[in-house]
C-alpha cells in the first residue's frame, strides 16, 4: 500500500523536484548494495538511504545518514 504524495522538507529546506519544479513525493527507503556483501548473499546488513520520488516525474532523491559532530 503506497502512501499519498506530500511535501518533504529535509535540513530545513523543501524538497523541489529539479526536472519538473513538482513539490510532492513518495518516501521509500533503500538498501546501498556492496559488492563483497552481494558475493555473500548479505546485502541486508549494508547501509540504507532515504529516497525521495517525484510524484510527477519520478526523480529520485537519495539522502544517506551523516554523521553528525
Known amino acids: 500500500m503506497a502512501k499519498e504524495?506530500?511535501?518533504q522538507r529535509i535540513a530545513?529546506?523543501?524538497l523541489v523536484c529539479p526536472i519538473c519544479g513538482h513539490a510532492k513525493?513518495?518516501?521509500?527507503r533503500a538498501l546501498l548494495s556492496r559488492r563483497g556483501l552481494?558475493?555473500?548473499d548479505l546485502e541486508w546488513i549494508g547501509k540504507r538511504a532515504d529516497t525521495y520520488i517525484?510524484?510527477?516525474c519520478g526523480y529520485v532523491y537519495w539522502f544517506v545518514p551523516v554523521?553528525?559532530?
Open 5 to 7: 504524495p506530500t511535501t
Open 12 to 14: 530545513g529546506k523543501e
Open 25 to 28: 513525493f513518495t518516501q521509500r
Open 38 to 40: 552481494a558475493l555473500f
Open 54 to 56: 517525484c510524484a510527477r
Open 67 to 69: 554523521k553528525k559532530d
